[in-house]
């Protein structure tokens, strides 16, 4: 009586398997075009007559095909330079980065760490209070990294809120009875941290590298401060030549009237520079999505 009572009461009350899970892919489709369509609008408008793209005839497919845009972004000497730079910057700074994450992370979530709720403190106050850009700079001129490549990673190196994301893994998807039974065998931390911490942590590495790759390879305002031209990240470069192409179809206004041509290659170039900068990013993703929402939603939350 029971048994028929919950399954009558699961048919009136609730929906069917077979709906929910309808109802489910049809919100996880409208979720995938929201987020995507942004990106892939911005791919069919590089690829299309700028006044086409604001008349609103580029929805699906673009219009007018041309690659003027990606011409004009290529034809810069310094792209190439750009592209060496910053894989360089982010390749270093994603190493430093990540061990720097694992060296705060792990020492942290060891439950018996002497002061480990002071030493938490002070890296929480850290990011809501800095000393600002002025101080920053001084630090950086005065021990001699100005306009090295130092300069990119190391004054901000550790990334608070993904050291916490990674103390959080630490804590709830590593069992403690690992770590106190390589201890009785005699293995020490450094031995524990090296052999058993990171070869069972590949989720959460996973998701650090990808945020301070994303992080690097976004990296312009560092580049403009402490860098010179010939050290410019790709960000930096694209930017570069979206403001002389916009400063010469001004000058062009005032001295020829040739407006309208110039602009409609600093829009191209400007939908051009998007993908030009996120299509790395958006190549390497794939190989580390498996691991990328396991080890973000174990780390996100404190069980």
């Known amino acids: 009586m029971t048994t028929v009572t919950k399954k009558n009461q699961g048919k009136l009350g609730g929906l069917s398997d077979r709906t929910s899970d309808i109802i489910l892919v049809i919100i996880s489709v ?5 987020v995507a369509y942004p990106l892939y609008y911005v791919l069919v408008a590089s690829f299309s007559d700028p006044y086409d793209v604001y008349a609103g005839k580029t929805f699906l497919l673009p219009s007018q095909f041309t690659l003027k845009g990606y011409e004009s972004v290529f034809a810069e000497p310094n792209i190439v330079r750009g592209y060496g730079n910053s894989i360089l910057y982010t390749v270093l700074g994603t190493i430093y980065s990540v061990a720097l994450i694992y060296l705060v992370a792990y020492p942290l979530s060891v439950a018996d760490l002497p002061g480990k709720k002071i030493i938490s403190i002070f890296f929480i106050i850290t990011m809501y209070f800095g000393g600002g850009l002025i ?7 005065q021990t001699g990294i100005m306009q090295t490549v130092w300069a990119m990673f190391l004054p901000g190196g550790v990334a608070v809120s993904n050291a916490i994301i ?3 893994y630490f804590e709830t998807s590593i069992p403690g009875s690992l770590k106190e039974a390589a201890s009785i065998d005699g293995a020490s931390h450094f031995r524990i941290f090296f052999s058993m911490i990171i070869p069972l942590s590949m989720p959460i590495l996973s998701v650090m590298v990808v945020f301070s790759m994303v992080a690097y390879w976004n990296e312009w305002f560092t580049a403009l401060i402490y860098m010179t031209n010939e050290q410019a990240t790709l960000p930096l470069v694209l930017r570069n030549i979206l403001i002389k192409s916009s400063a010469s179809a001004s000058q062009t206004s005032m001295i020829s009237g040739g407006y309208a041509e110039l602009n409609k290659i600093t829009e191209m170039i400007k939908f051009a520079s998007i993908i030009v900068a996120a299509a790395p990013m958006l190549i390497v993703y794939p190989f580390v999505q ?8 174990a780390g996100a939350v404190k069980g």
């Open 166 to 168: 990674a103390r959080n």
């Open 135 to 141: 101080p920053t700079y001084l630090i950086v001129q």
């Open 30 to 34: 409208l979720v995938l075009l929201i």
């Open 290 to 297: 498996k691991y990328f929402e396991k080890g973000l939603m």
